[in-house]
């Protein structure tokens, strides 16, 4: 069985039993962020991916992930890609309880400004620079959102 799910809050938990592929996506946001991923049935898979545009403030993105024991041929992957503007920062924790040994897990976190190189290129468009940081931080969400 397939899921696909789209987190609008700041805490969530997602069960994932034997035989399911979940695909569970959020957005970054300021403040606390902490998601719960529980790998409790053999044969499944999930992928997380956190994405979005912090202006200003802290944004503190925890992934937990969790393999019950003795469970085979688990997948799972943490994914943050966070776009920093302003005086905003992140920090991206993927934190891992695997107690299974049949287990494939990676995480990756990508937190950068926009390129400068991008916004001349789209400057030579004739986009100015406010539209093009705009364009380029809608396309990285809705990217994540509609392809994982």
Known sequence: MERRIHIDGTSHTEIVR???????FARARTGEMNIDVRHEGANS???LIVAGVINAGQARVR?????APGLSEIEAKQEARIIILGSGSAVVEPLQDIRSADVIANHGAVIS???AADIWRMALLGIERSEAVE???DALVSTVEKHG
């Open 18 to 24: 034997e035989g399911e592929n979940v695909e569970i």
């Open 45 to 47: 898979r999930s992928s």
């Open 63 to 67: 992934m937990n992930l969790y393999a």
């Open 113 to 115: 400004g926009v390129a």
């Open 135 to 137: 364009i380029l931080c």
